[in-house]
């Protein structure tokens, strides 16, 4: 049966059948062995129809939910650009989750060295032929950190231990790792393959060859088999020589991955540049080298030359595997500005490979980005319909619920993914946000020490500690956990995730200096893991620029956003109108609000960040309310609150509109309804202070005023909401 493209599960359904219908045939033969007339016996009558019965409970209790058809199925679908393709592709049964760690050289050989990173990355990128193959490797931005944050920032040396409980948090069933040495031009090369779950050694390989390129074919190979990957498949499948897919040079391969050393461990675009372009010099055919350049001239504003590359990347694009042509198709699309063909490179991945999880998962991602909660939720549950052993996706529905404040089926899936992993802390982390989401802070503090206790180094669970306390007011208690996750931090992750939590700390108290020395001081950090376009894109989603504008300098959040015209390409370069926004809104400039938010509509549009449309209804609120239309304004504070359901600081927008109308119940409701998360916002208990003034009623405005001092009692001069508290310190005293 390996040799057919038929299901691996009807060899159970054989087995199972015959053993359990042994006690028929064993009625059959004693009652009717013998020649002459046979009589149906009161035991057959009574006995066959009941093993019958117990047989069929067996098969569908056991192999209820599998494929007994055939293995491949036929697709047809219609690609971006109107033609029809169609695909023989195997059905989803035997995905495969692994991840790859760097090899090891045994004979110290510094030349040599690159070979470590060789094996990795070479396995991984002919796995990716294979749609049954889901695969990380040391590359990978989550699993460098993760290592980095261990202590092992040269890679080199991580111990089996560590990598099984690496591979567990990124959700791998297996994990490869290996070593290697040189006698004369001959590498000898051993592997060994590990389950994660019990970190069992399920296979250990030895290859030896001179070529680097036939022992990563050989040890994928050999994987394969370990793996129990059946003959049927090999055949359904594209599985070309990596010398095919990659370059069959060695030196532009070595400077290949000498360059993707510098990119990906070291952040250095510049250094991994030169080797790049040698590479692409040494094999002018290396279509990967190309792709990599591309991403690199991109982020380093080569914008012609990254254009001529992508335009080389495509030429090549057959040298690809087809899961990594769709992402190359993607980001030509988006280039060129052309979001509906970027869609339908996604749509065609799915449907061409409705089984390959892969397509489905990053279809997800397309639809949170469109603010398609539902259709997104959708793709994780047919995840799960596929493969039901990937429980870890109840995270991710979970996430998917809080996003939309949906609390209940938030606290569903959460409670299913603990049941499922109940050693795993990120089961008690996101029962803690949830919480935290809700202002249930006793609950929430409860479930971030439970994860502390599973995981105590991992710094967000102290930041985490930290804005519980925070938000309740408990300033010199978030202070000291932000100082304790302060000894933990470790790398340049660590350090600005960190920032980001005492710049909200500083913001919150009104201390505007030290939170902008905290964004910038995030932005650095951020620079030294995240390519240039993604640390630029991060900047312009908080509230960095507005901040220059409360210290009055704006000059200088210009002089950042003109740098960034000049060194960031397009479409991306689009985005720098969302800082122009932010300005605009603070300084209440209605003609600058009115440019930009065309601006941003039309970027959203084009990279299908719809998601972020609070942005826009945000800023068109501001634009009516600074123009008395109150109503409007609460219209469209209302459709930024649909879009940001866990930000209920828009709520005290829309209370401080309803004040303006003279609504003041309204506007009391909706002001209870943000303390009853946020009890120490203290532009929500200023808006207080304006209501019981209004309806003179002192007491209660000062007891008010009371608190916003309380939480703004060092703040800047300079913080337009402190400034506007002291004014109407006097009629309440």
């Known amino acids: 049966m390996e040799h057919y493209k038929i299901s691996p599960h009807l060899t159970d359904l054989s087995f199972i059948t015959l053993i359990s219908l042994l006690p028929t045939v064993g009625m059959l033969a004693y009652f009717h062995g013998r020649p002459g007339r046979d009589q149906w016996t009161k035991t057959e009558k009574i006995g066959i129809p009941i093993n019958l019965l117990i047989t069929g409970g067996l098969l569908f209790f056991l192999l209820s939910g599998k ?8 697709v047809d679908v219609v690609d971006e650009t109107g033609q029809t393709v169609r695909r ?3 059905k989803q049964n035997l995905t495969k989750r692994l991840a790859i760690f760097f090899f090891e050289n045994e004979d110290r050989n510094p030349e040599l060295d690159w070979l470590q990173f060789a094996f990795m990355t070479g396995c991984h990128y002919d796995l990716n032929q294979d749609p049954i193959f889901s695969v990380y490797s040391g590359y990978d931005n989550v699993i460098y950190q993760k ?4 202590g092992f920032s040269n890679v080199i040396g991580v111990p089996m231990a560590l990598e099984q409980k690496i591979a567990r948090e990124v959700e791998r069933e297996y994990f490869l790792g290996g070593s290697y040495r040189q006698r004369n031009d001959t590498l000898f090369v051993q592997t060994f ?6 970190g069992k050694l399920i296979a250990e ?8 390129f036939t022992i990563i074919d050989q040890i994928n190979d050999g994987l394969k088999r370990d793996l129990n990957i059946p003959a049927w498949h090999f055949e359904t499948v594209p599985d070309l020589p990596a010398a095919e897919i990659m370059t069959a040079s060695t030196e532009a391969y070595r400077q290949y991955i000498l360059g993707s050393n510098r990119l990906n461990l070291e952040n250095d675009p510049q250094t991994a540049r030169q080797h790049f372009e040698k590479a692409v010099h040494a094999d002018p055919t290396f279509a990967l080298a190309y792709w990599a350049l591309y991403q690199l001239y991109i982020n380093l504003n080569s914008y012609d030359q990254a254009i001529e590359a992508l335009n080389t990347t495509m030429r090549y694009i057959y040298k690809f595997p ?3 042509q769709f992402a190359i198709k993607e980001e030509f699309y988006l280039v060129s500005e052309d979001p509906e063909k970027r869609m339908a490179v996604l749509d065609m991945w799915v449907q061409l490979y409705p089984d390959d999880i892969r397509g489905h998962f990053r279809r997800a991602q397309e639809y949170f980005k469109q603010f398609k909660i539902d259709a997104a939720i959708a793709e994780f549950n047919q995840i799960l319909l596929l493969d039901p052993a990937r429980r870890y996706y109840y995270r991710y529905i979970g996430n998917a619920y809080l996003s939309k404040g949906d609390f209940e089926n938030a606290l569903k899936y959460f409670n299913q993914y603990q049941q499922a992993f109940p050693k795993d802390y990120r089961s008690f982390l996101s029962l803690g946000d949830l919480f935290l989401a809700m202002g249930k802070y006793a609950k929430a503090r409860d479930f971030y020490i439970d994860a502390q206790l599973l995981e105590p180094n991992e710094i967000s669970i102290l930041i985490n500690l930290a804005n519980v306390e925070r938000r309740q007011g408990n300033f010199s208690a978030a202070y000291n956990q932000l100082q304790n996750a ?6 340049p992750a660590d350090r600005a995730a960190l920032f980001n939590a005492y710049g909200e700390y500083h913001y919150q108290r009104g201390e505007i200096r030290q939170a902008l020395d905290f964004s910038i001081r995030q932005y650095q950090e951020s620079a030294k893991f995240l390519k240039p376009l993604d640390a630029m894109m991060n900047r312009m989603s908080n509230s960095h620029f507005e901040l220059y504008v409360m210290l009055n300098q704006e000059n200088q959040a210009l002089e950042q956003l003109n740098h960034y015209r000049k060194t960031i390409p397009k479409p991306w370069s689009r985005w720098i109108s969302l800082g122009e ?5 603070e300084k209440e400039n209605t003609a600058a609000i009115r440019e930009n938010i065309d601006r941003v509509a039309e970027t959203l549009k084009i990279f299908g960040e719809l998601a972020r449309s609070d942005i826009i209804h945000s800023a068109r609120g501001k634009l009516f309310e600074i123009g008395g239309d109150y109503l409007n304004a609460i219209l469209e504070y209302q459709q930024a609150y649909q879009y940001s359901p866990l930000d209920v600081t828009i709520l005290t927008k829309i209370a401080r509109c309803y004040r303006q109308i003279g609504n003041h119940t309204n506007s009391q409701i909706l002001l209870e309804n943000v303390l009853s998360v946020l009890p120490m916002h203290a532009e929500t208990h200023l808006e207080m202070v304006k209501i019981y003034q209004l309806e003179e009623n002192p007491d209660k405005a000062r007891e008010h005023l009371a608190i916003v001092f309380q939480v703004w009692e060092n703040a800047d001069p300079e913080f337009p909401p402190c400034r506007e508290a002291r004014r109407l310190l006097n009629p309440v005293s």
């Open 193 to 198: 393959l590990y389950e994660t779950a019990r």
């Open 88 to 90: 023989e592709i195997p």
């Open 147 to 150: 290592i980095s944050s261990a």
């Open 67 to 74: 494929e007994l058809g055939s293995a491949t199925t036929a």
């Open 322 to 324: 087809e899961a990594v």
């Open 486 to 491: 302060a000894a933990l931090a470790k790398t």
């Open 581 to 585: 926004l932010q300005i605009a809104c």
């Open 205 to 212: 390989n030895s290859f030896q060859d001179t070529d680097i």
